[in-house]
């Protein structure tokens, strides 16, 4: 008997081909336009609270359709896009970013995220690593502790 540790898998339903022509469930059309590696990982974003469509939070079984407006938050990084094309289908990185337009504002906040995200520094930075024995036996003699 083995346990299982973390949450239970999300279920996704393959079944949604009643979908209208022109519209596209949310977590499919999220990972069609590659903002996540599964459509599992989408429909936990969207479970989560981090993804808005039309300023009203969705289910992930939202139909989208061309024009709706999504707020996408994913870490740190914030994605404010409006839907320009339908895809049921992940195809490539082309077609991906044709189905979307992010805002010029949206843009620029997330250039200034990163940049900021990249000139913070790191705990081990290049040539820098934990303190080895003869460093911890200094510190101790610093500290007064032998």
Do not use: C
């Amino acid at each position: 008997m083995s346990k299982r540790h973390g949450p239970p898998p999300v279920a996704v339903d393959e079944d949604d081909d009643e979908a209208p022509s022109g519209t596209a469930r949310l977590d499919k059309w999220l990972w069609a336009a590659r903002f996540f590696k599964t459509r599992v990982l989408a429909a936990e974003a969207i479970d989560g609270g981090k993804v808005d469509v039309n300023e009203e939070r969705a289910k992930r079984s939202k139909l989208i359709k061309a024009s709706d407006r999504i707020r996408l938050r994913n870490g740190a990084m914030e994605w404010q896009l409006v839907v320009t094309g339908i895809a049921a289908r992940r195809g490539s990185a082309q077609v991906a970013q044709g189905l979307y337009e992010e805002s010029e504002e949206s843009r620029r906040r997330r250039a200034l995220l990163q940049e900021q995200l990249r000139a913070m520094p790191t705990a081990f930075a290049y040539g820098e690593s934990r303190p080895g024995k003869h460093d911890r036996r200094a510190i101790r003699r610093l500290k007064g502790d032998g």
